[in-house]
């Protein structure tokens, strides 16, 4: 099986393309922090290269932004090329069968800039009930 789940931020504005048959491809990366902080109480973070086809890639390049927060689901894929100085490089790319946007419309400046919103919600404060007075 190969599956991953990812949520982080954009790291820069995606690039959308076409492939010489016409169908669409986004690119782009995303930073993931990691769940647990190192001995000196740093976060160390993860970058993964994200590509998303078709529908979905036109979406990602219409409306997301460097700094968006995403939710992705996908799997793990392996490509080799040869550099400009013909050394042999490995690279692996998270190709997205989903992506969830995860960053409020309404949160997104101008210029794709996208703050922290808090999605907390007051919560209302409950009354002191005697047992007495519960009806069961």
Known sequence: ???????????????????????????????????YASADGTRETDFFNITVWRGRAENCGKYLKKGNKVAIVGSLQNRSYEDKDGIKRTVTDVIANEVEFLTPKSAQGEEGDAPVVSARRERPQLEAIDDNQLPF
């Open 1 to 35: 099986m190969n599956k991953v789940i990812l949520v982080g931020n954009l790291t820069r504005d995606p690039e959308l393309s076409e492939t010489p048959s016409g169908v669409a491809v986004c690119r782009f990366a995303i930073a993931v922090s990691r769940d």
